[in-house]
């Protein structure tokens, strides 16, 4: 079965720091990895997913993400962080069932300092 | 504009009171689903509608119905709500059902139940 753990449940980082969250599943089959992020308030949005291809994914906002498979990672990066990135964050897989659901992590909550 | 319509956005109701969370998607999607987001275990789904008049558990289906009876609605119903149930619910759709799909989430729906 698929699961998704994400290591933190907060992340505390100086504005203009690196953003690293981390992301590691586990798949039977070969995985479709996603991040999603949550504002205050808000329903969650995509920033990125990994289907096939390339293994490095670009999203928006200045993230990135690495599909590692000898890793069983996924991790989450941008090389500087804004204050506007003080969010919750969701990495998820999914479902090998074909039945459109994702499994989400427990969430990373990202805090920016000034 | 493109969206997944939730409503109410906070509701406070009592033990065993009926009540029914409406979703609605303007998109033409066919796959919608309802989760539920608690503290520390990320988002669960509860059911999933592949299409009209197709329903089908999610992971944590016990004491909510949901139906499918137009496109672009899917309610959720709690026939007899109980404390547990008190969390923050996410409708969501995409175009079909597919594991590599992007989600479109609505912007929750608090419950509370006393």
């Known amino acids: 079965a698929q699961s998704v753990t994400q290591l933190g449940s907060h992340v505390s980082v100086s504005e203009g720091a690196l953003v690293l969250l981390r992301c590691n599943y586990s798949?039977?089959?070969?995985?479709?990895l996603f991040w999603y992020v949550q504002y205050p308030n808000q329903g969650l949005q995509l920033l990125l997913k990994?289907?096939?291809?390339?293994?490095l994914v670009k999203g928006i906002n200045g993230f990135e993400a690495e599909f590692k498979k000898s890793e069983t990672s996924f991790h989450l990066t941008k090389p500087s962080a804004h204050m506007s990135d003080a969010a919750e964050y969701f990495c998820a897989v999914s479902d090998s069932g074909n039945t459109g659901k994702l499994i989400f992590g427990q969430g990373t909550t990202l805090q920016v300092k000034p | 504009e493109a969206q997944v319509t939730q409503n109410p956005r906070y509701l406070i109701t009592v033990t065993g009171k009926k009540l029914t969370v409406t979703c609605s998607q303007n998109m033409n999607h066919e796959y919608m689903s309802w989760y539920r987001q608690d503290p520390g275990l990320g988002l669960r789904q509860i059911y999933y509608s592949m299409n009209v008049e197709v329903t089908d558990k999610g992971d944590v289906p016990e004491g909510y119905k949901v139906s499918r009876k137009e496109k672009r609605n899917f309610p959720l119903i709690l026939e007899s709500p109980s404390p547990n149930q008190t969390s923050l619910y996410f409708c969501a759709s995409s175009p079909r059902t597919a594991s590599n799909e992007k989600l479109f989430f609505g912007s929750g729906t608090q419950l509370s139940v006393l």
């Open positions: 798949s039977s089959v070969p995985p479709y």
């Open positions: 990994y289907t096939t291809g390339a293994t």
